[in-house]
Nanobody, 124 residues
């Protein structure tokens, strides 16, 4: 069992930055692939970014590429999403997800463990 707790969301003006954190417990963290997803009202949950267990492999949705970065600290059991140049369309609840072997790391249904989400609101 893995427990995930996100933090760092909030209200920010367009063009600003936020750093989301996700703290994990309950299992060898470095064995877990980690992902960030987001869900805006009325929309399905969409892939944002992912990072492999060792932190070598990363992948980003086209809509956030070059603006967001993902990183992890396998000593502190945490994963981070640095969000820069935020846009109003980035407004959503952001979720941290974990799985030992997601077949498709961009697919929400391939992740077994989820956090409760943190709200990000970007005002224009």
């Amino acid at each position: 069992q893995v427990q995930l707790v996100e933090s760092g969301g909030g209200l920010v003006q367009a063009g600003g930055s936020l750093r989301l954190s996700c703290a994990a417990s309950g299992r060898a963290f470095s064995s877990l692939a980690m992902g960030w997803f987001r869900q805006a009202p009325g929309n399905s949950r969409e892939f944002v970014a992912r990072i492999s267990g060792g932190g070598v492999l990363t992948d980003f949705a086209e809509s956030v590429k070059a603006r967001f970065t993902i990183s992890r600290d396998n000593v502190k059991n945490m994963v981070f999403l640095q969000m820069n140049s935020l846009k109003s369309e980035d407004t959503a609840v952001y979720y941290c997800a974990a799985d030992s072997t997601p077949r498709n790391p961009r697919l929400a249904s391939d992740y077994e463990y989820w956090g409760q989400g943190t709200q990000v609101t970007v005002s224009s």
